[in-house]
């Protein structure tokens, strides 16, 4: 595909080189700034002054005649360069190069020229160092001979010769480097070192050889097969070839362009991608040279200049073409031509507009990386959605537009399945960024639109946004789910916005009927634990009634479940004469005072006592079947009373006396310790002998041994009591023994059992009592022990800290005063000297002193 990256425009009309001499050519042409020399078949010099003007956006050069020179030979100029530094011109004519003035175009007054020469070029990286010269590489009339002279502004000096296996027909030179053409190849000649390399294989016969250094250490070639080749001095490519025309003429490099003519053609091929870019028709054109970025082009009666358009313009052609890649490779290209930060703009910029070429085609992974690439402001994007934005909004699209599409109607052009696609991709796009850096500055126009996605698409999303953090706007979202009857959603809108009050009442119109939005079939549920974790009393107080109205079991959580900081908060009592009308609530509610909080209050204990029993009493009189709702209640009621030591028991025992609820009243004695009568009740009105057994076990939890062996023996003799023995009654003395040998002190048993039963019967008992009383024996043997080795270790240590004996004589002085001791008493210190007591006392304590004993 064609594009546009050159325009060519006339620099030297055929009237100004020649006037009415029809018969004289252009042979050779330089360019050095402004300066434009051209050199013609009968041996003349011109000199031109080009100007450059830029007029309604068309360049355009104006070339101002100087003055022109006759050299004096007969021959054509065959070719001319310009050493500027020097002021001179290099004009090659009749295998001489003459040094000639740049400005008036005379020979220099020494005459000093160069002989022999076919063809010649500079060294555009000399290796001289000297500014004051240039470096001149010729191809000599002499066979195989290349030659390197050093030019100053009066005088030339040969410095090298080298010879080449074959004849040389083109050589360009860079350093020590000279990239050649010979008769049959293309070589690599270090004149400095003299190693060469060969590249490939051209005859120079059957084609023109080029040989263009396009930068540092590095040659255009034309090779075999209509290739135009790239090559280092260390013999590879760094690029790939491009493919011109078999009959190049001339070819230059204008990056990121390959410039070549041919006999019709000038073609422009890209170094990027290796495609021909554009093709301009050029008759009867023999040059083509580049000079300091500029491309020139001549015919034999007229000289021209590629102008390159900038490469903007090109990006944005390729762009409006659609042709995304070709313009995002330009674009990369560009960098080097252009100075940073209007690169990064312009490529930001230009990554922005293909991801909505990819947009606009439906390639929305494409889109979203160049999107992200470029760091769209993502309202751009969404500005493309009718209504999106909120109408608070300031956003204002960039100028020049990124797009062509007014929005997304025009861009799909009314395709419902489009437009659908389209905002998925904005949902997940908006999803992905909203917590990025992109978002910064416009978050509340990021979420709100993604909000509005969320409730006409019906998407899960919506509610996992509205219960995170979020910058939703109040009044447009609102309108929007209002608009879209998300009632749910738009209740945790509110909450989120401090407005917890809106919340519930729409949460309650849903539940009762007044508004439809079925987001949530568990909606009561959510508003009771919404109501516990609410921390604003008066509303919680304001729907106490109506939950409770709705399910009194599960109503009342928002008082038991709430969060422990939250529990000081609400007044039990305040609450109980709220639940004096729901009898489940109040019965959940004292469950949560004494069982959960532990409250130690006699009248939550006794109220819930009373309730248990006022429920199990009821229970019993309406169902004759063991129901399980009457089992929980009687084992609740149970636990409490044989637990709780904090309710009435009288009073709970007045209740119940004139009942038939004997286990009830034998856990009310037991409270009041007389276990006697309890124990009365489970044997012989209840004859539960397990139950019993257990009795005696809770009761005596928590309590010493001999009390616990007090509760077992009185059980022992209910058994066997002489006044009610009955066979039922001595198997179950029998079993309790047998069960519980280590409850009972063997001695005593023994002098309680009847005589008659036989030591079979009672050999579990003795068995177990035996080897509780060997155990008892050996612990106690043990802990004996333990306590002699360890007051053995004690008086060990005791000998250990008494140390070895001091002994006090008369001899003995005192370290301070150097007095003998008088009395016993004295102060010893770690070293081993020992002072009067007074004497210590009199200086600073020694805070090392150990020691202080009496003879």
């Not at 939890?701 to 009185?714: A, I, T």
């Not at 001595?730 to 409850?743: F, G, I, K, W």
């Amino acid at each position: 595909m064609s594009l546009k990256a050159f325009k060519l425009v006339p620099a030297v009309e055929r009237e100004m080189l020649m006037g009415d001499k029809a018969r004289i050519n252009v042979e050779c042409i330089e360019c050095c700034g402004k300066n434009l020399y051209i050199g013609t078949n009968d041996c003349f010099v011109f000199h031109f002054l080009l100007e450059e003007k830029i007029s309604a956006g068309k360049i355009t050069f104006a070339a101002t005649k100087q003055l022109h020179k006759y050299l004096g030979f007969k021959k054509a100029v065959i070719e001319l360069k310009a050493a500027s530094a020097l002021n001179r011109l290099l004009v090659l004519c009749d295998n001489t190069i003459t040094l000639v003035n740049m400005m008036n175009l005379e020979p220099i007054p020494t005459g000093a020229r160069i002989k022999g020469a076919v063809t010649f070029t500079l060294n555009e990286n000399p290796m001289s160092g000297d500014p004051f010269c240039v470096e001149v590489c010729i191809i000599s009339v002499k066979r195989r001979t290349i030659q390197m002279f050093m030019v100053y502004e009066d005088r030339v000096q040969i410095v090298k010769e080298v010879s080449t296996p074959e004849q040389p027909c083109a050589v360009a030179v860079d350093g020590h480097y000279l990239c050649l053409a010979l008769t049959t190849q293309y070589i690599i000649l270090n004149y400095n070192t003299g190693i060469s390399q060969d590249l490939f294989p051209y005859c120079s016969d059957e084609k023109r050889p080029i040989v263009k250094r396009i930068g540092r250490q590095e040659f255009l070639l034309a090779g075999p097969g209509g290739l135009g080749m790239f090559a280092t001095v260390d013999g590879i490519s760094q690029c790939a070839p491009v493919h011109w025309s078999e009959n190049v003429i001339g070819a230059a490099l204008c990056f990121p362009y390959v410039v070549a003519l041919d006999d019709e053609f000038i073609t422009v091929h890209s170094m990027l991608d290796q495609q021909l870019k554009q093709t301009l028709p050029f008759k009867e054109g023999h040059i083509l040279q580049d000079f300091e970025g500029k491309v020139i082009v001549a015919t034999s009666k007229g000289v021209y200049i590629l102008v390159p358009l900038p490469l903007e313009r090109q990006i944005q052609d390729l762009l409006t073409s659609h042709r995304v890649e070709e313009a995002l490779v330009l674009a990369k290209a560009a960098r080097r031509n252009i100075p940073k930060e209007k690169f990064q703009i312009m490529y930001k910029r230009i990554l922005q507009q293909a991801g909505f070429i990819h947009f606009a085609q439906l390639q929305f992974l494409e889109a979203k990386e160049l999107f992200r690439s470029g760091q769209l402001d993502v309202r751009e994007l969404i500005s493309l959605y009718p209504f999106l934005l909120p109408t608070s909004s300031s956003f204002i699209r960039s100028h020049p537009p990124l797009h062509e599409y007014a929005d997304l109607n025009q861009l799909t052009q009314g395709d419902q399945e489009k437009m659908t696609k389209c905002k998925r991709f904005l949902m997940s796009y908006l999803n992905e960024v909203r917590s990025t850096e992109v978002a910064n500055g416009y978050k509340e126009d990021i979420d709100t639109a993604l909000l509005k996605l969320y409730a006409e698409a019906n998407h899960e999303s919506l509610l996992d946004l509205l219960v995170s953090e979020n910058f939703c706007l109040l009044t447009d979202s609102a309108a929007w789910l209002e608009k879209h009857k998300k009632y749910f959603a738009l209740g945790l809108l509110y909450h989120y916005n401090g407005q917890d009050a809106a919340a519930l009442q729409l949460w309650v119109k849903i539940v009762n009927g007044d508004v439809q939005d079925c987001t949530r079939s568990d909606l009561y549920e959510y508003i009771v634990d919404f109501l516990t974790f609410c921390s604003d009393q008066k509303l919680v107080w304001k729907y106490a009634e109506w939950v409770l109205q709705k399910s009194e079991e599960v109503g009342v959580q928002i008082f038991t479940k709430r969060p422990l900081e939250d529990k000081v908060s609400f007044n039990p009592d305040n609450v109980m004469n709220c639940l004096n009308k729901y009898p489940k609530s109040l019965v959940k509610y004292l469950e949560y005072l004494v069982l959960d909080r532990k409250i130690e209050k006699e009248r939550y204990h006794t109220h819930l006592a009373v309730l248990y029993l006022e429920a199990v009493l009821q229970l019993k009189s309406v169902t004759t079947d063991n129901c399980a709702e009457f089992t929980e209640t009687q084992t609740k009621l149970h636990s409490l009373l044989q637990k709780s030591d904090f309710y009435r028991i009288h009073f709970i025992l007045d209740k119940i006396k004139e009942t038939d609820l004997h286990m009830e009243r034998a856990i009310l004695y037991g409270k009041l310790e007389e276990h006697d009568k309890a124990l009365h009740i489970l044997v012989h009105e209840l004859k539960d002998f397990s139950a019993a057994e257990d009795y005696c076990m809770w009761s005596s939890e928590s309590k010493d041994l001999p009390y616990r062996r007090r509760l077992f023996h009185m059980l022992l003799l209910v058994y066997l009591n002489p006044d009610s023995l009955d066979c039922e009654l001595v198997m179950a003395a029998v079993d309790l023994l047998n069960n519980h040998a280590a409850e009972f002190d063997a001695a005593r048993v023994l002098q309680l059992v009847p005589e008659s039963w036989s030591v079979q019967l009672l050999s579990p008992f003795l068995t177990g009592a035996m080897r509780e009383s060997i155990h008892t024996k050996r612990m106690t043997q043990i802990t004996l022990g333990l306590a002699k080795a360890e007051n053995l270790i004690y008086k060990h240590d005791k000998v250990k800290l008494k140390g070895s004996p001091i002994i006090l004589s008369d001899k003995k002085l005192c370290q301070v005063c150097q007095r003998p001791f008088c009395e016993p008493a004295f102060v010893r210190y770690p070293n081993g000297g020992m002072v009067h007591t007074h004497c210590a006392t009199k200086r600073l304590m020694n805070p090392n002193m150990t020691h202080h004993s009496q003879t």
